[in-house]
């Protein structure tokens, strides 16, 4: 059973930052794109950023731009979500996803809550 291990969420203030990471031990990591999602309560599950299988090219949400940095580290399959000037609308459970053209895996999700 593939497992993606999300640690690094809490609950900080506004403003504060935090670094989600995301450990893939049984996959060659280096094949899969990793995106991160996010699911407010009550909400729809929402793309915040994905990394490249590189690392080389990066994508973000509008909402999150300028503020997270999505990166990896192959060698250690393993990657990160660098969260920035937090808001509380920035709260929710954040998943990061594995995919390649055959195969796609998620993370257990990590509690992120911001307030004010």
């Known amino acids: 059973q593939v497992q993606l291990v999300e640690s690094g969420g809490g609950s900080v203030q506004s403003g504060a930052s935090l670094t989600l990471s995301c450990t893939a031990p049984?996959?060659?990591?280096?094949?899969?794109?990793v995106a991160w999602f996010r699911q407010p309560q009550g909400k729809e599950r929402e793309f915040v950023a994905g990394?490249?299988?590189?690392?080389?090219?990066?994508d973000y949400a509008d909402s999150v731009k300028g503020r997270f940095t999505a990166s990896r580290e192959n060698a250690k399959n393993t990657a990160y979500l660098q969260m920035n000037s937090l808001k509380p609308e920035d709260t929710a459970v954040y998943y990061c996803?594995?995919?390649?053209?055959?195969?796609?895996?998620w993370g257990q999700g990590a509690q992120v809550t911001v307030s004010s």
């Open positions: 996803n594995a995919h390649r053209w055959n195969a796609d895996y």
């Open positions: 049984s996959l060659t990591f280096s094949e899969f794109t």
């Open positions: 990394v490249s299988w590189s690392g080389g090219a990066t």
